[in-house]
C-alpha cells in the first residue's frame, strides 16, 4: 500500500473530520474510536483511514440510490397495463395479476433486502478498517 504524504493525511483530515463525526449513519463505537486518536503520524494516518472508508461507504450508498428503481413507477406500469387489456381474456388477465403477486413480494421485501446488503457492506468495512489498522501498527512497531 502506498504511503500517502503526512501533509495530504492532514489536510484530508482538516477538510473531512467534522462532517464525519456529525454523521449520523456512524456508530458512536467508531467515533469514540477515531477520536482516541492523537496527533501522532501513526494516529493521523489512521484517522485518514476512517474518513476514507467513510468517503468510500457514502459513495457506494448513493450509486446504489442512483440505481434503484422507482417502485411507483413499476406499480403504475402495471395498473395501467391491467386497464389495456381485455378482461375477458382470463388467460392474459390471471397472468397478469399473478405477476403483480410476485412484483409485490419483490417491493415488500426490498428494503429488508438493502438493509442485509448495508449490513454486509458495513461488516466488509469493519474488518478492512481492522486490517489496515493492524497493518498500520505493525509498521510502526518495527
Do not use: C, H
Not at 472508508?53 to 395498473?79: C, H, L, P, Y
Not at 392474459?92 to 409485490?104: A, F
Not at 419483490?106 to 486490517?131: A, F, G, M, P, S
Amino acid at each position: 500500500m502506498p504511503q500517502v504524504k503526512i501533509e495530504s493525511v492532514k489536510r484530508k483530515i482538516e477538510k473531512e473530520e467534522s462532517s464525519f463525526l456529525n454523521d449520523s449513519t456512524i456508530s458512536e463505537e467508531v467515533k469514540d474510536n477515531y477520536k482516541s486518536l492523537d496527533d501522532s503520524e501513526t494516529s493521523l494516518r489512521k484517522k485518514y483511514v476512517y474518513l476514507s472508508q467513510w468517503n468510500a461507504k457514502k459513495n457506494k450508498m448513493n450509486s446504489d440510490i442512483d440505481k434503484g428503481i422507482d417502485v411507483t413507477e413499476i406499480r403504475t406500469i402495471f395498473k395501467e397495463l391491467k386497464t389495456a387489456i381485455d378482461s375477458s381474456d382470463k388467460k392474459t388477465t390471471e397472468l397478469i395479476y399473478k405477476e403483480l403477486e410476485i412484483l409485490k413480494a419483490y417491493i415488500d421485501t426490498t428494503e429488508q433486502r438493502k438493509l442485509e446488503r448495508y449490513k454486509n457492506e458495513l461488516l466488509k468495512q469493519k474488518e478492512l478498517i481492522e486490517k489496515r489498522l493492524a497493518e498500520l501498527e505493525g509498521t510502526t512497531n518495527l
